[in-house]
């Protein structure tokens, strides 16, 4: 298997768990909001619950691993850290694959 096949079974795992999580995410939001208000200080000083925001921030998440996925698959041409200055503009995204896979393994 080479490196890009595994880097896109990994996006692909981690995307699944991603939307894992955002459900039992939702399933909590739902469960919290039969709590009393005054349970979620979070809520209280910032106007919503902590548990939206992670429902927030895992679909962000699961939007970069589609645009990953999908830029990939169609075979967008990936620029290597030395080629960065020479590359066009518009092969140098602000979400990399590698920039991705880094920050996935970091």
């Not at 595994?6 to 995307?15: G, L, M, S, T, V």
């Not at 902590?50 to 830029?71: Q, V």
């Amino acid at each position: 298997m080479n490196d890009r096949t595994r880097i896109i079974e990994e996006a692909h795992a981690a995307r699944e768990q991603a939307r894992r999580l955002l459900r039992v995410l939702l399933e909590s939001v739902e469960a919290a909001k039969n709590a009393p208000h005054d349970a979620d200080l979070y809520r209280r000083v910032s106007g919503a619950s902590s548990l939206e925001n992670a429902a927030a921030a895992t679909r962000r998440t699961i939007d970069a691993y589609d645009r990953l996925l999908r830029d990939v698959e169609t075979e967008v041409e990936v620029v290597s850290a030395g080629d960065i200055e020479h590359a066009p503009r518009i092969m140098v995204g602000p979400m990399t694959l590698a920039a991705l896979y880094a920050a996935r393994t970091a």
